[in-house]
């Protein structure tokens, strides 16, 4: 590992603290024990670096290398349904308001990570195979029933 992938782990783990270092190394593809060195050695300084605009500007450019964007939004989404869930004070229509673009975001967000999974131009139309011979079918049942064709279909050609 780098510098720079060491201070990224760092970075993310001062911005996610509830993290565990087994969910860390699967992120960032490393063992536990490096990403035990780079919390140890770099997380003070990660703090640091988010204390002024041109530290957060450079931490999120190096987290943005690593993470993907689908956990990153799925990240903001909670942080903002958590948000949401805190602010009591919020009139009735602001709060629909908000549920209702967070509901739309998160479906989108599900659509590409569908089309992200399958990694197939073609998983917007899977997809929709699917739920039409399972209509209550989410997209982790599509994700799941399509790994289990293509894992059938790998068998058979052996």
Known sequence: MNKEEIKSIALFK???????IKEIAEIFNVKPHQVRYAIDKYTDSAKLLKGNKSGRV?????????ISDIVLFNKQLGFVISEL???DKMPLKTRIDYLYKITK???FVQEVE????LKRVDAAIIGGIIKRFLPDATNEDVINIYNEELHKWQNSKK
């Open 14 to 20: 001062a911005n996610n603290p509830t993290s565990t």
């Open 114 to 117: 569908l089309e992200s999974h």
């Open 85 to 87: 869930d805190n602010d």
């Open 58 to 66: 450079q931490a999120s450019k190096m987290i943005a290398k690593k």
């Open 105 to 107: 975001m998160k479906t």
